[in-house]
């Protein structure tokens, strides 16, 4: 799958990447051959997404081409609603207090490259908000009110807004970007589709071990599709595969069935897909399944204060057959 860069000024952006092409946004445009080019990433870092701009219609242009662009055009609306941001910042304050608990201004402004920024104890925060709003570059804009650091914006940057102190930082957060999901393949291999393997490399009793991964890959590979393996870190990165499989223990309340939501509504193929970790989780739900299509199961009783003594009783009889 070809990887471009798209731009009104590629001056604007000095940075080679191995394997990345950089494509004049109004090439992207008007010429035809983009219009039949498959298996094709565009990051889209032109200087503005505003309504029906350069850059909005090379992000809308990518998803009717069938290529995969960052950020998607949902992105890009998503990031000009206020109520939007402002709902799942929300889910971000604690650590948003964290971060800025110890600044002496009532102003922050945090610069997003491709998930990063320059100061480490940021880390966590750019992620996040990377993951939620998937889109290159990114600047968030902070106040602090009545002692209470709140998000006061946040919005996609143009090549030109990168200050001159950062460039370097977003040299190597590029190429790192880019070089991170590089694998050492044969070239003469060309791979029909991208597979996300989502794992959790701290869960003691996983679904799959290494070997079973290993071989997952191997079959896969036999069936001309690329892996790469991504944890709970790559949400932002969903867009450039198409499909995800989950190989870490699935719970709602967790972040499997975030990037299961977010793969199944991006259109990826997903195992598990967020309907059935919805179902499979929920002991109450399989009961009545189970009970409606005759499943032989262990005796099940659903729990509530009226059926207690009942429930003991029938836990006493099981023993005794036991």
């Known amino acids: 799958m070809a990887t471009i860069l798209v731009m009104e000024r590629p001056e604007n952006w000095p940075i080679e990447i191995p394997g990345c092409e950089v494509v004049l946004a109004r090439s992207y445009l008007t010429d035809p051959a983009w219009s039949t080019r498959r298996g094709v990433k565009v990051f889209n870092v032109c200087r503005s997404y505003r309504y029906q701009s350069v850059g909005y219609y090379v992000s809308l242009l990518a998803e009717a081409r069938g290529h995969k662009p960052l950020p998607s055009v949902s992105t890009i609306q998503d990031l000009k609603t206020p109520a939007v941001v402002k709902v799942l910042s ?160 699935t719970a709602v309340n967790h972040f499997t069935y975030r990037f299961a939501r977010r793969a199944a509504a991006d259109g990826l193929v997903v195992i598990d897909d967020p309907d059935s970790i919805l179902r499979c989780t929920n002991k109450v739900f399989l009961a009545e399944l189970f009970a409606r299509n005759r499943i032989p199961v262990p005796t099940t009783v659903i729990l509530h204060r009226d059926n207690l003594g009942f429930a003991a009783q029938t836990q006493m009889d099981a023993l005794e057959h036991l």
């Not at 948003?96 to 990063?116: A, H, M, N, R, T």
């Not at 807004?161 to 970007?177: A, G, L």
Request: net charge positive.
């Open 90 to 249: 929300e889910d971000l304050d604690a650590l948003i207090q964290k971060s800025f608990q110890e600044l002496v201004s009532d102003k922050f402004p945090l610069s997003i490259y491709f998930g990063e920024n320059l100061a480490k104890r940021y880390h966590r925060l750019s992620r996040q908000l990377f993951n939620l709003f998937p889109a290159p570059l990114l600047r968030a804009e902070f106040v602090r009110l009545q002692g209470v650091w709140q998000m006061k914006g946040l919005r996609p940057i143009g090549a030109r807004e990168i200050p001159d102190t950062h460039r370097t930082f977003v040299i190597e957060q590029t190429q790192r970007y880019f070089s991170g999901r590089t694998r050492t393949r044969p070239k003469s291999v060309v791979y029909r589709y991208d597979l996300a393997i989502l794992t959790d490399p701290k869960e003691t009793h996983a679904p799959s071990d290494e070997k079973a991964l290993r071989r997952f890959e191997e079959a896969a590979e036999d069936l001309g599709i690329k892996t790469d393996r991504i944890t709970r870190d790559d949400l932002g990165r969903i867009l450039e595969y198409d499909a995800l499989f989950i190989r870490a223990t």
